[in-house]
């Protein structure tokens, strides 16, 4: 059992990571970073950069909590691939980020947030960046 | 002076507010594509083409031109923050552009890109009004034997130097050409290539052409090969030089300019060489050499300008002889013709408030280019963010619809998609798109002058060759086709001489096929498929290292 945290390099990421600290530490779980980027885009601003990831790791290491980092860099559905790897490792709890959106956001885009929280098998924690 | 005061009745036909906005407009559009690695301004026009045959002649035309000059700004943007070119004539300013923006200098390498491309694009533009009408004065007395001549030198030319090999260069113009003779001899009214079928007696809409090479050729490749990992933003402030990097740039940005524009303005140059010269020269002039291939400031300004002017050298045969040098200048030809609009050195006496007009809006983009591109520049990187499949299912929809407007006949939905196919294939085998894009909008050209220089002399062949300017063309064919043998043939008096065999004489790079005899013109530098697939050049950047001796085919590290 682990406590899966998808991480991205920003503000909310790491508002995300904190509770996933929390969480691991609670149920005395291993915890499991997951950045995910999708291969269809040219640039992708939830991909983190390698030594992000790395300090990630050290930071969370240093607190004392089991961490993995895991980078998925293939297809194009986070929701999916979050959801996925939560299967296999036969997470606990997912702990992502969560936000406001614009009524146009929603009218274009699909929320990758409420796909997991519709799909996922286990419970859920969505984070805000100002609570945490 | 009567090109100024041309000029400037030019401007104030310009100057109403709805050629602005098309001209706003175009310069928009014209960016967006140049950022989107793989759809490139040639697409684009191709796209719209149908879409402005409700417009006037004037007002499709500002669009085009401000596409054409956007482009050229716009794939700066993704050489410098992504390392991926948008455009192929911004390859060479990946160089030294991306290198600046992974040491945090980003805002500087996309300041002087669009300085300078203001910069060379003024000037150039400038050169348009004192150089065009020389040489429309001069082409005006030239006649069918001397067309024939030039145009074979724009076959030769594209096909031979452009490209990554000969043989794939010829190969593209025949397949341009076969198409291009696809309808009714319009001499006899005889069926060519027809197989029968009514839908192909009027011969095949360039549209269709363009259309399904440029945009369903890229989207097949693109869905058969493009997965890459994504890439993650590079931060940019706002786009600002400081006085030292002015003090760098404005010398490489007239020296680019001054490369460029001579590029531009000759069959096959294009903006790949003038741009790749130029990065050279500034390589060799710096005053702080130790800093090239780590970001200097010089070798963005100077390819930047270079890709600029030589989009406004294209103008010069584009307008003056009905000659297009690159993928986008062919098009915007097939649209003029598209309005019954014959090109050649008559267009200036027959038009010349549209030619004027479409100069002075050269200079009204330019100027919006700055202004948009300066201060917007992080904005437009946001443009990469947009996944590939939402993109492609709109070019292929754009791409269709297109093709169908031309004549409202489905049959030319199944060409579109043949052709399309085509396209694809020609990627995959490496064939250059621009001798193919050529080949069928100056087949025809080319036939119509090989007839009437032949019919002048009643069938004999002296027709062909007429006077000094066609000797002269048939010259400069015969040079570059007979060049690897040349080339072959001073290698072997070489290594008599000294007898060790020297490796590649006048290679740009470690050429290393010193026994083969290949020409030397065909691995010469980022000469590769003019606007075909830039993406495909920009993985090979993406991946490897510069500056690693691993010697590819179509790319050459400089070597100083």
Known sequence: MTVLVGYVPTS??????????????????????????????????????SDDLDRVERDVAELGVDVEVMRIERGSDPADALVRVAGEREASV??????????????????????????????????????? | MDNFSALLGGFADVITPLNLLFALLGVI???????????GPAMTV?????????????????????????????????????????????????????????????????ATSAIGSFIAGTIGTMLIVLVMPQVVSFAIS?????????????????????????????????????????GTDFVTGQQRLTFGSPFLAD???????????????????????????????????????????????????????????PFGAIPAGGAEIPTFLSYLTERKLSKHPEEFGKGAIEGVAGPEAANNASAAGTMVPLLALGLPTNATAAIILAALMSYGIEPGPLLLTKEPDLVWMLIASLFIGNFFLLVLNLPLAPTWAKLLRIPRPYLYAGILFFASMGAYAVQGQPFDLFLLLALGLLGFAMRRFGLPVLPLIVGAILGPLFEKHLRRSLQGTG??????????????????????????????????????????????????????????????????????????????????????????????????????
């Not at chain 1, 779980?29 to 601003?45: F, K």
């Not at chain 2, 559009?29 to 759809?39: D, Q, S």
């Not at chain 2, 050729?217 to 940019?236: D, Q, Y």
């Open chain 1, 12 to 49: 909310l990421g790491e508002a995300t990571l904190r509770a996933g600290v929390a969480e691991s530490r609670r149920r005395s779980e291993p915890l499991l970073v997951v950045n995910m980027s999708r291969d269809d885009v040219l640039v992708d601003a939830h991909r983190a950069k």
């Open chain 1, 94 to 132: 997912i702990v992502i980020g969560l936000r406001h959106r614009s009524p146009v956001g929603k009218l274009i885009m699909g929320s990758a947030a409420q796909r997991i929280l519709l799909d996922a098998r286990c419970p859920v924690l969505a984070v805000k960046e100002d609570t945490a």
């Open chain 2, 29 to 39: 559009v014209g960016t967006a594509v140049g950022v989107l690695p793989g759809i």
């Open chain 2, 46 to 110: 191709a796209l719209l083409l149908p879409i402005t045959y409700g417009l006037p002649v004037e007002q499709s035309l500002i669009l085009f031109g401000g596409i054409f000059y956007g482009g050229m700004y716009g794939g700066s943007t993704t050489s410098i923050l992504l390392n991926t070119p948008g455009e192929s004539a911004s390859v060479v300013t990946a160089l030294e552009g991306n290198k600046m923006a992974k040491t945090g200098r980003a805002a500087q390498a996309l």
């Open chain 2, 142 to 182: 030239l006649g069918s034997p001397e067309f024939l001549g030039i145009i074979l030198v724009a076959f030769v030319g594209t096909a031979a130097i452009l490209g990554s090999s000969r043989v794939r260069g010829f190969a593209a113009l025949l397949i341009g050409l076969a198409l291009g003779l696809v």
């Open chain 2, 203 to 261: 011969n095949i809409d360039v549209v269709v052409i363009a259309v399904g090479i440029f945009a369903v050729g890229e989207a097949l490749w693109v869905a058969a090969h493009l997965r890459r990992k994504a890439a993650t933003v590079i931060p940019v402030g706002r786009p600002w030089l400081s006085k030292a990097d002015w003090g760098r740039s404005w010398k490489p940005w007239l020296r680019g300019t001054a490369l460029g524009f």
């Open chain 2, 459 to 560: 069938g004999d062949a002296s027709g062909l060759i007429g006077g000094p300017v066609s000797w002269v063309c048939y010259g400069i064919v015969l040079v570059v086709l007979l060049w690897p043998l040349i080339a072959r043939l001073r290698r072997v008096v070489d290594r008599g001489v000294d007898g060790t065999g020297g490796s590649g004489t006048g290679g740009f790079g470690p050429s290393g096929t010193d026994g083969s005899g290949t020409a030397d013109l065909q691995d010469g530098p980022y000469v590769a498929d003019g606007e075909s697939s830039p993406d495909d050049r920009g993985r090979d950047l993406h991946d490897s290292t510069f500056g690693s001796s691993s010697p590819a085919p179509t790319r050459k590290e400089p070597e100083s």
